[in-house]
């Protein structure tokens, strides 16, 4: 598509296919400082450590100098506000979209695509790219990353090449992306938590000092602490921190010498001051640690990852438990094959056995230092340890002998003519996906001060219709519960006891009549 030498009256700071200026110098959201005029990019994931990005612009094969230009001037614009990772992530989806390029080319027969100018990428060519990433590892991830660089040149770059209107008839779009927490779900052998058997196999044979200390250490700390690799390869010593056990009181008696914990960088708080959170170790993983320490305070603490890696730490680490699996002849009893282990599965597996201990969503998401709590539901929804408990909790309150309805079951039509009642609401806060209208009527004078719907149930003043949809009010109270951290779900355990009496009864009632 060809654009006119204007949009809607912008201004027009870069001339069309002309090499584009470009600064001298761009930083990083970390504090990074790279050139973005060279054809070689390299920075760190973060600037006190973690694997080496490079950008080697010259992968982007069929694109235009002034495409290449304009890609670089976004991605180093951007980089003050996205972490590096993000920024490498957007390069190499430019590195697809270069690779894909011939292929939609040679289907459609537009060669004048070739060489690639941003003027001349409309909605079919978002369209097909998107449908291209469906079949692919980023799911449509690439597509959203491709609008996210043409909304800048849009908005901020307002250069010629990139169309609002193109712009406005994809914003509406959208790409389904990864789905979270697949592999937990799933339950996948050689992805997922590692069960209790596979735990059992790991911790006998770092007591018998299977493989080498090195490697037992680093099993040993992603165990005990289940963080990201990129955490684990910016530690350094100092960030080991050993406290004398107390000589008096209860603790004094435990055999123990020390308590340790580790300062460990936080992954999502990227900016450019490091932000840091202590976690706990176990002093014997601790005195793994200090046995195969070396340097002085601000040297790495896992030296023998860095040693081993060059300029890719993280993966490195993730080849010493591959390695420390082997020697230790760790077999699966899920796969009969050697046990896959990775900082992820670590990470998984603490997170998993910590809702199966009856962990709500917000202590799930302190321990897996997020913000928020959109990432870790996943656990607690895949949990059947969770709800085994939280059944067994709220069975008890079910006990035949308790009456918790307290209201009366009758017949819409027995209402007299004549006389005003207050229908039960057809909405409610606690169960929002639940059309609850029809449920019955309230006795009670004045304003409820209480909790309608769920409250009904247990108020004397309710009488329940035998017409309304109380299996539907079960279901959703118990899928509702489901939901929510024990000590909420108990608090509508009543309830739920309340509307099961009420379709008990109505059924026995109608068996009766039928009889």
């Known amino acids: ?108 027969g537009m ?195 860095h040693e081993e890696s060059g300029e890719r730490p993280e993966l490195a680490l993730i080849a010493i438990l591959k390695r420390w699996a082997r020697d230790a002849r760790i077999i699966s009893p899920r796969t009969r094959r050697p046990i896959v282990l990775n900082p992820r599965r670590f990470r998984v597996t603490l997170l998993t056995n910590a809702a199966d201990e009856g962990a709500s969503p917000m202590k799930l998401a302190e321990l897996a230092d997020h913000t928020d709590q959109q990432n870790v539901k996943v656990y607690v929804d895949n949990s059947p340890g969770y709800l085994v408990r939280l059944s067994d909790r709220v069975d008890q309150i079910y006990d035949p002998i308790v009456k918790r309805f307290a209201g009366k079951v009758a017949s819409r039509a027995d209402a007299k003519p004549g006389v005003a009642v207050r229908v039960i609401p057809g909405a409610t806060p606690t169960l929002p996906v639940l059309n609850t209208g029809g449920i019955g009527v309230c006795g009670a004078g004045g304003p409820c001060h209480r909790n309608p719907v769920v409250s009904c149930y247990t108020c004397n003043k309710f009488v329940a219709w035998k017409e309304g949809p109380h299996e539907d009010v079960v279901v959703a109270l118990e899928r509702a519960m489901e939901q929510m951290s024990p000590r909420i779900a108990l608090l509508l355990a009543p309830s739920l006891a309340a509307a099961r009496e009420v379709v008990a009864a109505i059924q026995e009632e109608t068996t009766l009549e039928a009889e």
Request: charge should be positive.
């Open 111 to 305: 060669g004048e695509l070739l060489p690639f100018r941003w003027r001349a990428l409309d909605t079919c060519g978002f369209n097909a790219f998107l449908a291209f990433g469906l079949d692919t590892a980023q799911k449509g991830n690439d597509f959203s990353r491709l609008r996210d660089l043409y909304r800048w040149g849009v908005d901020a770059l307002r250069h010629p090449s990139f169309a609002p209107d193109v712009l406005v008839a994809i914003e509406g779009t959208r790409a389904p992306g990864n789905t979270k927490g697949q592999a937990v779900r799933a339950g996948d052998a050689t992805k997922g938590e590692l069960d209790a058997r596979e735990l059992e196999l790991i911790l006998d044979a770092l007591r018998e000092g299977r493989g080498r200390a090195t490697d037992r250490a680093t099993v040993a700390l992603c165990l005990a602490l289940g963080r990201n690799s990129n955490q684990y390869v910016r530690c350094v010593n100092g960030d080991l921190v050993r406290h004398p056990y107390p000589s008096i009181g209860p603790l004094a008696q435990n055999g123990k010498r020390h308590l340790y914990e580790l300062r460990v960088p936080r992954q999502k708080k990227r900016g450019s001051r490091v932000e840091y959170r202590s976690w706990p170790l176990d002093e014997r993983v601790g005195l793994m640690l200090d046995a195969v320490q070396r340097g002085g305070g601000k040297d790495p603490l896992l030296w023998w990852v």
């Open 1 to 108: 598509m060809r654009m006119d030498a204007t949009h809607a009256g912008l201004p027009l700071p870069f001339p069309g296919d002309e090499p584009v200026a470009l600064p001298a110098t761009a930083r990083t959201k970390c504090g990074q400082v790279f050139d973005p005029r060279a054809d070689l990019w390299v920075m760190r994931k973060h600037a006190d450590g973690g694997d080496t990005l490079r950008f080697d612009w010259k992968k982007l094969e069929g694109f235009s100098g002034e495409a290449v230009g304009l890609a670089k001037r976004m991605l180093a614009d951007r980089a003050p506000s996205y972490a590096a990772m993000t920024t490498w992530n957007d390069f190499h989806m430019l590195a697809r979209f270069a690779a894909w390029l011939p292929s939609y080319v040679a289907s459609t």
